[in-house]
């Protein structure tokens, strides 16, 4: 069983960077793709970026955000730069059990989520 813990999210104002971490636990998830999803207040789950063979990433953030992975591949980055008030939301880490190319954007396509962690970005 995989379990991914976040952290890193907290209360920024615009213009301000987070990064978020994702540690999965329980197997090695260097065959896995990851990614990150966000769920703003009465709106639906949503993708922000994946790495796999490739990283994609969602139009509404790139050039802003950047998933990294470490080299021991253990844990998982979003670097969160020039933040909006839209950025906020609860961002989810997730895994994907497959290398598909390119990584999914579809929730249902992921099979390990985190608990996920606050971020909140204040004009």
């Known amino acids: 069983q995989v379990q991914l813990v976040e952290s890193g999210g907290g209360l920024v104002q615009a213009g301000d960077s987070l990064r978020l971490s994702c540690a999965p636990s329980g197997r090695t998830f260097s065959s896995y793709t990851m990614g990150w999803f966000r769920q703003a207040p009465g709106k639906e789950r949503e993708f922000v970026a994946a790495s796999g063979r490739v990283t994609v990433y969602a139009d509404s953030v790139k050039g802003r955000f950047t998933i990294s992975r470490d080299n021991a591949k253990t844990t998982v980055y979003l670097q969160m730069n020039s933040l909006k008030p839209e950025d906020t939301a609860v961002y989810y880490c997730?895994?994907?059990?497959?290398?598909?190319?390119?990584?999914?954007?579809?929730?249902?396509?992921?099979?390990?989520w985190g608990q996920g962690t606050q971020v909140t970005v204040s004009s």
């Open positions: 997730a895994a994907d059990r497959s290398l598909g190319w390119p990584p999914s954007k579809r929730t249902d396509d992921y099979d390990y």
